[in-house]
């Protein structure tokens, strides 16, 4: 898998600092982290920790959706949904661009959108498990979860060696965040077992500096 896509490190502390809402076992956060990472934005953000789940959470007096991640511009505007923030990143750096333009944008769009499908679906997996009494839970709800995942991952499977020879933009680096938490989250699914292209490229990626820096704490 060639490193392809590695951004200058642009970063310049006299540059107006950004601030982001910020949870470490959020994935959405996470894969804004990684593209911070890979950016070389990382040293201009700094963390605000919120748990959106707390009764008394104030992320409501940055964002009204009460969701993580929020970017928090210099001017105080604030960029909620992972993606934006990762496209508004995208046009404070001037390395390579992580959305690409031209030929390969909308393989990597497509793939943004799968990893962000499994992650979506992770996450409703879990909050209809975790705050929903067990007698109340809908067990087609959670089954129709599984099977987004699932097939997703199949056709990614499938696609593991494209994958593999192309560029760590922001397709694959959603991907790969995926992919970790659905290890993290459910390790019991063991993905891998039955998807060893993607395993392989999974494995490979999350040995660069940015998933390493960025990995959650234990489950
Ligand atoms: N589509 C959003 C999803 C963000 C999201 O669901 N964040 C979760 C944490 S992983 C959250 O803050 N949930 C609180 C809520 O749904 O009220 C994104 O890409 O940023």
Redesign the pocket.
Known sequence: MPLSVTARITSDMSEPRLRLRY?P?????R??MVFAHETGLIDRIELLPTD??HPETD?RRDTP?????ALIMPDGLVV??????CDTLDHLHTGPRLFPEGEGRVAALRWLALG?GI??AC?TRI?EGRYRAADAQQAWWLDRQITSIQATLDVLEAEADTLAAAPFSVGPLTIAVALSYLSFRYSGDAWPDTRPGLAAWHAEVQTRPSMRATEPPSA
């Open positions: 949870s076992t959020s994935p959405f956060v894969k804004v959106v789940w992320v959706l009460g969701k993580v991640p909620a949904e992972s993606t934006l923030i962000d992650l979506t996450v909050i």
